[in-house]
């Protein structure tokens, strides 16, 4: 059990629609990340929520936007989808304070077709 | 651009042999290491991390890593490896200037019976 819940596990979905993908935070975590995985490459980082807010971005388009709800669950939406963003996304909590790793999620695998 | 560098993308080794997997990351400050490892068909967990104090970290299953911070390295060793080892392997960096995660490409192992 990893701890991060994400969902759907898999999802298709046809170009230029509009995907919500969800995540459930770890017990005690605060911080939530959406990672992009392409296949055959490490995880991108798209941005990081804490408090509600997003606080730090990775080189996405404005076409990735997020939000953390109160209970620090997090959903990411890519609109206009482009076949290019076929890939697993991958959510990962961990608690503010210093000194923690982040916990991954097992990810969404997006199609886009 | 802050970048991640890790010199092997597949490394195949006998059982028993050692291992050392390579990372180098790119100048921009204080920076918080980490590697991570992906089993077929599972989520990334963390294998262990470095934030301050003693360069050599000890993490989970005999792994450990060595901060070099004149070279710019955080390489992965395990003295002896086995079967269950094969996996995908990635290192992770955080400049806590920046607060954003960059993650290497992955190094695939795989370690023959």
């Not at chain 2, 470095?50 to 360069?55: I, Q, T, V």
């Not at chain 2, 060595?66 to 094969?86: A, C, G, H, M, Y």
Request: aromatic letters at 14%; glycine letters at 10%.
């Amino acid at each position: 059990d990893a701890g991060v819940t994400q969902s759907p596990t898999h999802l298709i979905k046809t170009r230029g629609q509009q995907v919500t993908l969800r995540c459930s935070p770890k017990s005690g975590h605060d911080t939530v990340s959406w990672y992009q995985q392409a296949l055959g490459q490490g995880p991108q980082f798209i941005f990081q929520y804490y408090e509600e807010e997003e606080r730090q971005r990775g080189n996405f388009p404005d076409r990735f936007s997020g939000h953390q709800f109160p209970n620090y669950s997090s959903e990411l939406n890519v609109n206009a989808l482009l076949l290019g963003d076929s890939a697993l996304y991958l959510c990962a909590s961990r608690w503010a304070g210093t000194g923690h790793g982040y916990t991954f999620g097992s990810g969404t695998r997006l199609t886009v077709v | 651009a802050q970048s991640v560098s890790q010199h092997n993308h597949h490394v195949i080794l006998s059982e028993a042999a050692s291992l050392e997997l390579g990372c180098n990351y790119s100048y921009g400050g204080t920076v918080n290491l980490f590697w991570y490892v992906q089993y077929p068909g599972q989520h990334l967990q963390l294998l262990l991390k470095y934030f301050s104090g003693d360069p050599l970290v000890k993490g989970i299953k005999g792994f450990e890593a060595e901060f070099i911070k004149s070279k710019f390295s955080f390489n992965l060793r395990k003295p002896s490896v086995q079967w269950s080892d094969t996996a995908e392997y990635f290192c992770a960096v955080i400049w806590t200037n920046a607060g954003k995660s960059t993650f290497g490409d992955g190094t695939t192992l795989t370690v023959k019976p």
